[in-house]
């Protein structure tokens, strides 16, 4: 029997409890073996704005934040590039470095939003099909383009999860008017963000 492998993607600047949450409860309602966090070092999508924290900053808050969780594991592959990586690209290497290990993406309702309009969804939908926690099915009303295939896969892999909300942009937000944000991220988190002063106002 195969790894059910979880790939959960993103820019985690910070990464907060909101995250944390859907990685575990995905993780736990599919009994997945484990879970990739992989922070992306340059969304393809939002070239517009690129992360307010650096590439080591959001690696050292994710391994902080992923510590008491020994299921989730950092994946740093996108990181050491330096230009954007799709998706679908570190999906190919992860899938051929070992094809013995069954992949689905995990996605919140933002994400599964803009899913369509993905770098070649087609193909990665065949190698890691999406799973979707959200509270309420009606996210798929907001989901634009999408072929009938993917609707299919994504209404599939919807699964009932209790909301959270909490955006990163919220989070430095908050920081940035020098509002305590420590309730919306993981203590170590919290702890390395004050000690290296990210997201203040300059």
């Not at 993780?27 to 997945?32: A, S």
């Not at 307010?52 to 994946?75: C, D, G, N, W, Y």
């Not at 009938?148 to 942009?169: C, F």
């Amino acid at each position: 029997m195969n790894l059910k492998r979880g790939y959960f993607g993103g820019s985690f600047d910070p990464v907060h409890n909101g995250h944390l949450h859907l990685a575990l409860e995905l993780f736990e309602k599919h009994q997945l073996d484990e879970v990739f966090f992989c922070p992306t070092s340059q969304s393809p999508h939002k070239k517009h704005a690129p992360p307010h924290a650096s590439k080591e900053h959001r690696r050292a808050m994710v391994t902080a934040a992923i510590s008491p969780f020994p299921q989730f594991t950092l994946l740093d592959y996108e990181l050491q590039k330096t230009s954007s990586c799709y998706t679908i690209e570190t999906m190919r290497t992860l899938v051929e470095e070992d094809p013995k290990v069954d992949y689905f993406l995990l996605l919140g309702e933002d994400a599964a939003a803009s899913f369509s309009t993905w770098k070649d969804v087609d193909e990665l939908i065949k190698l890691a099909p999406p799973l979707v926690g959200s509270r309420e099915k009606d996210f798929l009303a907001d989901i634009k383009g999408a072929t009938p295939a993917l609707t299919k896969l994504l209404k599939k892999g919807w699964t009932p999860i209790p909301r959270l909300e909490i955006s990163s942009t919220w989070v430095r937000a908050r920081i940035k008017k020098g509002e305590y944000a420590g309730h919306l991220v993981p203590g170590k988190v919290w702890d390395y963000i004050q000690t290296h002063h990210l997201y203040a106002k300059s």
